[in-house]
T-cell receptor
Framework: GNSVTQMEGPVTLSEEAFLTINCTYT??????LFWYVQYPGEGLQLLLK?????DKGSNKGFEATYRKETTSFHLEKGSVQVSDSAVYFC????????????????FGKGTKLTVNP | KAGVTQTPRYLIKTRGQQVTLSCSPI?????VSWYQQTPGQGLQFLFE???????NKGNFPGRFSGRQFSNSRSEMNVSTLELGDSALYLC????????????FGDGTRLSIL
């Protein structure tokens, strides 16, 4: 079945440092890929998405490129801020292979990021 | 545009009881999915409803059930609660037309004593 593997962390960085969170996936079809972020006490917020190979998703300074050849979707940000401290989840959805076109998300375990001033 | 609303935010129950959680999706969204989040197992898919029909189901016992109403609002029910059911239950809605981003509510924190 489909699965997502991401570096579990925790990751601790200083403000303005470069961030990379690795994510690789296993899928038999052509999934869409997502990054979600979860702040303490809240649900998940969609950060960015990519729906096909070589697509680059971007939002709020974060970027990730859908690499089919390496089955990866690594999250990057050039200069992190204290406000970026949260848990980040990589996820995939492949409605083409599920009965009725289900949009079930398969998540990685999450990576906790702490940014110090 | 109002987001996904889950009620209640917090619940405390005892073993053996049952509980019903509610989710109101974003207006116009026809798909509602439920996930269980725990520190040990992470985020696990419970089930998905689309136009009042269960479209997919995760690997959870039959004590977990759900339904969707004609206005797309959804409820999930857990019967005969066990200590291991303590978790954050998240609801997400989407348009439901294929690989669309899901939008999450803030969840219901269920604690079993």
């Amino acid at each position: 079945g489909n699965s997502v593997t991401q570096m579990e962390g925790p990751v601790t960085l200083s403000e303005e440092a470069f961030l990379t969170i690795n994510c690789t996936y296993t899928a038999t079809g052509y999934p869409s890929l997502f990054w979600y972020v979860q702040y303490p006490g809240e649900g998940l917020q969609l950060l960015l998405k990519a729906t096909k190979a070589d697509d680059k998703g971007s939002n709020k300074g974060f970027e990730a490129t859908y690499r089919k050849e390496t089955t990866s979707f690594h999250l990057e940000k050039g200069s992190v801020q204290v406000s970026d401290s949260a848990v980040y989840f990589c996820a995939l959805s492949d409605s083409s292979l599920t009965q009725g076109g289900s949009e079930k998300l398969v998540f990685g375990k999450g990576t906790k990021l702490t940014v110090n001033p | 545009k109002a987001g996904v609303t889950q009620t209640p935010r917090y619940l405390i129950k005892t073993r053996g009881q049952q509980v019903t959680l509610s989710c109101s999706p974003i207006s116009g969204h026809r798909s509602v999915s439920w996930y269980q989040q725990t520190p040990g197992q992470g985020l696990q898919f419970l089930f998905e409803y689309f136009s009042e029909t269960q479209r997919n189901k995760g690997n959870f016992p039959g004590r977990f059930s759900g339904r969707q109403f004609s206005n797309s609002r959804s409820e999930m029910n857990v019967s005969t609660l066990e200590l291991g059911d303590s978790a954050l239950y998240l609801c997400a809605s989407s348009l439901g037309i294929g690989n669309q981003p899901q939008h999450f509510g803030d969840g219901t924190r269920l604690s079993i004593l």
